[in-house]
T-cell receptor, first 114, second 110 residues
Framework: KAGVTQTPRYLIKTRGQQVTLSCSPI?????VSWYQQTPGQGLQFLFE???????NKGNFPGRFSGRQFSNSRSEMNVSTLELGDSALYLC?????????????FGSGTQLSVL | GQSLEQPSEVTAVEGAIVQINCTYQ??????LSWYQQHDGGAPTFLSY????GLEETGRFSSFLSRSDSYGYLLLQELQMKDSASYFC???????????FGSGTRLQVQP
């Protein structure tokens, strides 16, 4: 089985632009979560989707949004980019709604905002 | 809210044993997980403790004490490839989303 695939791997944008990141979960996984990782901050939860519905949202401004498609693929969008949005954005999938389920992470998209 | 505390950095030598502690504050609690992340890599699941006690998986063990809001990851027979960051994470009954600590960077020296 292929793992979680995130595209693109690297991205450079300038302030004020917007960006869309893509995540393809493991085949059969219906839950997708997004995390932002910056040095020293660990992984900060952005949002979680299950069967095209957003189940949870972290404490990020409205510039951060996401969606999930019927094939479980997910996208996240950041509008009006700020320098502080430079980070590694990680996507993780899991089979369903189980609270004890482990997350399978992709390698992330490294976003640099200049 | 919820918060997790873990040391920022730990150094140990090859062949030794190291323990990485994690204390948490959360309202409601399903369990404590541990993830490993090598530089430039994806976090990978190591272990999960839903109940108090010790869970063992090869060289790695993880422990949970709900009454103390405390857990640890124990790595035995350290190898150079164990040099990585280790994150504890909790999922609470209210939020459901997995919340991670800020990570412990383990450096294994020869």
């Amino acid at each position: 089985k292929a793992g979680v695939t995130q595209t693109p791997r690297y991205l450079i944008k300038t302030r004020g632009q917007q960006v869309t990141l893509s995540c393809s979960p493991i085949s059969g996984h219906r839950s997708v979560s997004w995390y932002q990782q910056t040095p020293g901050q660990g992984l900060q939860f952005l949002f979680e989707y299950f069967s095209e519905t957003q189940r949870n949202k972290g404490n990020f401004p409205g510039r951060f949004s996401g969606r999930q498609f019927s094939n479980s693929r997910s996208e996240m969008n950041v509008s009006t980019l700020e320098l502080g949005d430079s980070a590694l954005y990680l996507c993780a999938s899991s089979p369903g709604e189980g609270l004890r389920e482990k997350l399978f992470f992709g390698s992330g998209t490294q976003l640099s905002v200049l | 809210g919820q918060s997790l505390e873990q040391p920022s950095e730990v150094t140990a030598v090859e062949g030794a044993i190291v323990q990485i502690n994690c204390t948490y504050q959360t309202s409601g609690f399903y369990g404590l997980s541990w993830y490993q992340q090598h530089d430039g890599g994806a976090p990978t699941f190591l272990s999960y403790n839903g109940l108090d006690g010790l869970e063992e998986t090869g060289r790695f063990s993880s422990f949970l004490s709900r009454s103390d809001s405390y857990g640890y990851l124990l790595l035995q027979e350290l190898q150079m490839k164990d040099s990585a960051s280790y994150f504890c994470a909790v999922r609470n009954t209210g939020r459901r989303a997995l919340t991670f600590g800020s990570g412990t960077r383990l450096q294994v020296q020869p």
